[in-house]
């Protein structure tokens, strides 16, 4: 019998396009929108949260097994990728502020809807979605390192430690630790398997409403932004182009079966630019730029996952080696 949630599930791209066109109707005609930027935090940890709880603790500590997939997962998104994006930011102008944005974007994997793309794409996005706090873990912890190596002493002006740890405590650890002690309870209690099995029913809607928060909120602010945000998109578009060849490249290197090199491709592919628009508004000065470089490449990265869904699957006879994904 076909539930909410497997209709929901289903209909997840047409739901998040819905989601950006309503937010572009509501920017454009409803004045004093970019209040709701207060909103995004809120709603990226409702979304982590439940997407935390969509990995069953057995798996999530499976996934650490996988040590082959987790080690060409991580050298994928913090080996080749750093690489790749070293090169492309040199066609960019020498301002330190868009370059921030370019490369707090691109640095960072997503770990919400890439797991719905990956699915479409015949990739293995269960182990992708366990892999998700692994993922968002060392982006946390390595960003600020990469900054500083890319941006040297204009660094200094723009990474802080707070914002990076108040992302940890209240992106990662709370909804990490929520969503166990949720788990917990549903395997001890009725009640509590029944409130896990609602709470099963958000993570499309609680992403639909983080892309509606994100892009009502800084829509308006672009304006002043367009030019610069006009100069990345070249960036933006080879990254989209060289990212997912990258990753099944990688995967290939590791000898990975073909659903899991597919699933590197669309890891390299997708960005976090969600969870770390939080970071970029705590940055002296970023607005209006710094959201509009890093809402830009979610616009481009959407449309870019169109045509991964229907090409992706075609790597997969010749991607790699049938050897499992241990």
């Not at 997939?69 to 868009?98: D, K, R």
């Amino acid at each position: 019998m076909t539930t909410l949630r497997d209709i929901l599930e289903g209909r997840q791209i047409p739901i998040y396009f819905a989601a950006i066109g309503l937010a572009v109707v509501v920017a454009l005609m409803v004045p004093g929108t970019t209040a709701l930027d207060v909103g995004i935090n809120p709603a990226l940890a409702l979304m982590l949260f439940v997407t935390f709880l969509q990995v069953p603790l057995p798996e999530l500590g499976k996934a650490f097994t996988r040590v082959r997939f987790l080690a060409a997962l991580l050298a994928t998104n913090f080996v080749a990728l750093p690489i790749l994006v070293a090169c492309l930011i040199q066609f960019l102008p020498a301002n330190p502020m868009l370059r921030l944005g370019v490369l707090m974007v691109l640095l960072t994997p997503c770990i919400d809807y890439v797991v719905t793309f990956a699915h479409l794409g015949r990739a293995d996005a269960k182990v992708l979605l366990a892999s998700t706090p692994a993922l968002l873990i060392a982006q946390m912890l390595l960003l600020p390192v990469y900054l500083n190596v890319f941006l040297g002493e204009d660094a200094a002006k723009f990474v802080q430690v707070g914002p990076f740890v108040h992302a940890f405590v209240w992106l990662i650890a709370v909804p990490l630790g929520l969503a166990a002690a949720v788990q917990i309870w549903a395997g001890h209690s009725r009640a509590g398997h029944r409130i896990a099995t609602g709470l099963g029913l958000l993570p499309v809607p609680s992403t639909a409403l983080v892309l509606f928060v994100v892009i009502a909120s800084v829509l308006p602010q672009l304006g002043p932004a367009l030019d610069d945000a006009l100069r990345v998109v070249p960036v933006y578009v080879a990254f989209a182009v060289a990212a997912p060849l990258l990753g099944w490249a990688v995967g290939r290197a590791f000898r990975l079966d073909a659903p899991t090199v597919r699933t590197l491709a669309f890891s390299a592919a997708t960005r976090n630019s969600m969870v770390v628009l939080p970071l970029a508004f705590a940055v002296p000065g970023a607005v209006p730029l710094l959201p509009a470089v890093i809402v830009t490449q979610t616009l481009i990265e959407l449309l870019s996952e169109l045509v991964y869904v229907r090409l992706v699957p075609r790597l997969g006879p010749t991607a790699a080696s049938p050897v499992p994904a241990v």
